[in-house]
């Protein structure tokens, strides 16, 4: 069965630079979430994106934007990237709303 | 409010069965989740139980919820060194937008020794 992909799957950035980061969800879902996951931390939300609008915002610095495309993928764009920035960044989808979310395997974005 | 707890590790012998707590604030929640996150990897959905629910059964999982004390438990029968990984809980929060926001316990580290 298809899952969620993500790319790329590494990503080595240096200070100031800017990242995109691409999430591709399970087919027919129309939901997608975005978190970043910090070195032996649990995944914090940042934001998500219901048929194509966002639909809520979490610990989202101003740097980073997001959008989802007409046909349901979604990029995750990072702005002067920070060392704090570097993380494991999942994105999950659902098929609708209030059912079980499926994650991709993830980006690992390393600044530098 | 959203906080979601649990202990941070736990140690047991192949074969013995593993119990993973996890205590939720949210009374909204509506599903609660288990995920398995094996070092490196991406987080593999496990399990998860309905809030209507006190208990569900997945062949070596059992998921146990105490919704008066929103206290979830994941009981892992049988326990081998393949399922050495982290576990989260998460509990979902419906978004007024539409879809459902997770938030994440800290993890349970689960080490399985010979």
């Known amino acids: 069965a298809a899952g969620v992909i993500q790319s790329p799957r590494h990503l080595i950035k240096e200070k100031r630079e800017t990242a995109t980061l691409k999430c591709y969800p399970i087919p027919r879902h129309d939901t997608v979430y975005w978190y970043q996951q910090g070195p032996g931390q649990d995944p914090q939300f940042l934001i998500s994106?219901?048929?194509?609008?966002?639909?809520d915002k979490g610990s989202i610095p101003d740097r980073f934007s997001a959008q989802q495309f007409s046909d349901y993928h979604s990029e995750l764009n990072m702005s002067s990237l920070e060392l704090g920035d570097s993380a494991l960044y999942f994105c999950?989808?659902?098929?609708?709303?209030?059912?079980?979310?499926?994650f991709g395997q993830g980006t690992r974005l390393t600044v530098v | 409010g959203e906080d979601v707890e649990q202990s941070l590790f736990l140690s047991v012998r192949e074969g013995d069965s593993s119990v993973i707590n996890c205590t939720y604030t949210?009374?909204?929640?509506?599903?609660l989740y288990w995920y398995k996150q094996e070092p490196g990897a991406g987080l593999q959905l496990l399990t998860y139980?309905?809030?209507?629910?006190d208990m569900k059964q997945d062949q070596r999982l059992t998921v146990l919820l105490n919704k008066k004390d929103k206290h979830l438990s994941l009981r892992i029968a049988d326990t081998q060194t393949g399922d050495s990984a982290i576990y989260f809980c998460?509990?979902?929060?419906?978004?007024?937008?539409?879809?459902?926001?997770?938030?994440f316990g800290t993890g349970t580290q689960l080490k399985v020794e010979l």
């Open positions: 949210d009374s909204s929640s509506t599903y």
């Open positions: 994106f219901y048929e194509k609008m966002q639909s």
């Open positions: 998460a509990e979902n929060h419906i978004l007024t937008g539409g879809g459902n926001k997770l938030t």
């Open positions: 999950a989808s659902t098929e609708r709303p209030n059912t079980e979310a499926f």
């Open positions: 139980i309905f809030s209507n629910m």
